[in-house]
């Protein structure tokens, strides 16, 4: 399956939005990668078992699934989950890119690519597929835009900085 949306983050016609720098944006990315439970209430057990200037390592418990990623990042620009597959779970790839079409806006561009199908099956009248990879896209969307609320909130409160 292969999901890809945009959130925009800084929005010139939108003067209810507090713009955020796109240094900021990544702080709170590399943030949600090293503490995701910060991030989401359910994620506990969160282990890092290696680490270098571009990538880490981690673990972490999500509910009964346990899960295990390699990241790595450009440096302000791109963050690449990849999460192994294992008894529970098929793994799959999350891509997380800042764009800055100009000085004024900021977008987040999420890109997931997993093994689960995208439609159903040719010659196949089972649509429960269909169904799910729908339901797993939306899943995904209300995350990401949890995601930007999270790193709106850390802005609001100092962390990230200016």
């Given amino acids: 399956m292969h999901f ?3 959130v925009q983050i800084n929005d010139p016609l939108n003067p209810l939005l507090t713009p955020l720098s796109a240094q900021q944006v990544w702080q709170a990315l590399l943030w ?3 503490k995701p439970q910060d991030f989401q209430d359910d994620v ?4 890092i078992h290696e680490r270098g200037d571009d ?14 990623d390699n990241i790595e990042w450009d440096e302000g620009r791109t963050i690449h989950f990849h999460t192994q597959p294992n ?22 561009r999420f890109t997931y690519n997993t093994p689960l199908a995208d439609t159903v099956a ?6 429960s597929d269909a169904y799910f990879s ?5 899943a995904y969307h209300e995350a990401d ?8 909130e850390l802005a609001a409160q100092g962390s990230l900085g200016h």
Avoid: C, W
């Fill in 87 to 108: 008894d529970e779970h098929y793994g799959g790839i999350l891509t997380i890119a800042i764009e800055t079409p100009d000085e004024a806006q900021l977008f987040v």
């Fill in 122 to 127: 040719a010659g196949s009248d089972d649509a």
């Fill in 32 to 34: 949600r990668a090293e």
């Fill in 44 to 47: 506990s057990e969160v282990k």
């Fill in 55 to 68: 990538y880490m390592v981690r673990s972490f418990r999500l509910g009964n699934l346990h899960v295990r």
């Fill in 145 to 152: 835009i949890d995601t930007v609320r999270r790193i709106r």
């Fill in 4 to 6: 890809e949306h945009l």
């Fill in 134 to 138: 729908s339901y797993v896209k939306s």
